[in-house]
């Protein structure tokens, strides 16, 4: 079955496959200690120009998310994030459980923070009353499908460093935002001044894997601590390494994300053509768009996809690495017989 329901529904990209089979001999040191690992840390700390940093590899999104957050906090913190963050919505109170930290959600439209959003939640510092502000949580494309910009990432990070606080990017989709922005990882992190960020792999080609990467010396103090805790810490960890080796050095995290973003560029093309409104700018992969409940029904007659705003009739379509010509004409061609 193809569906444009999510990036986590494709398959894996072959050189992923592989990695995996050529680090399937002999035995090795668990937990990380091995030698893929070692040369996959090498490749993140080439991929943004740092030697002085300890980048950590968990299972998936949530499990880097929470061990991210808890690195940046006490119990007695806020996190700050949009109503839509993935944080907020789709990790089953996960982060909250494990940081002990209220969230504090702000309603956008298009799923990005502003100074100027975050500004008046920025209170009550040193007040025992209320709980204190310590992190800006943002997404990397937001779950909009959107991508800040090099400069909107600076703003929201100096703005968190002028309040003693810590910026951390959910970069899931990362990549995507590369892509679309023709701006690196260094650039879209350590010279915007972002504290710890994850960058996907899942949704990208990898069969399993995030990496975290703390850019502060206390936020890496302890963190691998609360990897171990969230059951992050793989025993056979070269399993997920191994893949970031050409991964990052062949450079198919781009190119995944430019074949996916593309895909999604030339899906929302046929859409419009078809008289299909699109509600948000496709700056990823990810096509948001409105259809009434008959035409919806019809087209899932063919196709798994996800409402999004039911009151609004609004539904997300997601394209992947590795989706094709075929897959976007077939798609475009039904969707263009029963939308009225």
């Not at 986590?8 to 072959?14: A, I, K, Q």
Request: proline residues 3%; aromatic residues 10%.
């Amino acid at each position: 079955m193809r569906s444009f329901g999510s990036d986590n529904n494709s398959g894996v990209h072959p050189l992923m496959l592989q990695a995996i089979i050529d680090a399937n001999r002999n035995h090795t040191i668990g937990y990380g200690d091995d030698d893929w690992t070692r040369e996959a840390e090498k490749a993140v700390k080439r991929l943004i120009g740092k030697e002085d940093i300890e980048p950590l590899f968990v299972f998936n999104g949530t499990g880097a998310n929470i061990t991210a957050l808890q690195a940046c906090t006490l119990p007695f913190h806020h996190i700050i994030c949009a109503s839509t963050a993935h944080i907020a919505v789709d990790e089953c109170g996960a982060p909250t459980k494990f940081t002990g930290c209220a969230l504090k959600e702000i309603v956008t439209s298009d799923g990005k923070l502003t100074p100027e959003m975050v500004r008046p939640l920025l209170h009550g510092f040193g007040v025992e009353h209320h709980s204190q502000p310590k992190v800006i949580a943002i997404s990397q494309t937001t779950e909009m499908g959107t991508a800040y910009t090099p400069r909107e990432i600076k703003l929201l990070a100096d703005l968190a460093h002028e309040h003693g606080m810590y910026l951390f990017v959910d970069g899931t989709r990362m990549a995507n935002a590369c892509a679309f922005l023709n701006v690196s990882v260094k650039e879209m992190t350590v010279d915007c001044g972002v504290d710890i960020f994850t960058f996907g792999g899942t949704k990208n080609g990898l069969m399993v894997g995030e990496v975290l990467v703390p850019l502060r010396k206390e936020l890496a103090e302890n963190i691998r601590y609360y990897r171990k805790q969230a059951s992050q810490l793989y025993s056979k960890m070269r399993f997920i390494s191994a893949q970031f080796i050409p991964y990052f050095n062949e450079g198919i995290w781009l190119e995944n994300a430019q074949n996916s973003n593309a895909a999604a560029q030339k899906l929302a093309a046929g859409m419009r053509k078809a008289g299909v409104k699109l509600t948000q700018e496709v700056q990823s992969n990810a096509v948001f768009f409105t259809l009434s409940e008959e035409e919806t029904t019809q087209l899932r007659e063919r196709y798994f996809f996800y409402d999004w705003d039911v009151e609004q009739n609004e539904r997300r379509l997601v394209c992947s690495w590795d989706t094709t010509e075929e897959d976007l004409a077939g798609f475009v061609s039904y969707l263009r017989t029963i939308v009225k």
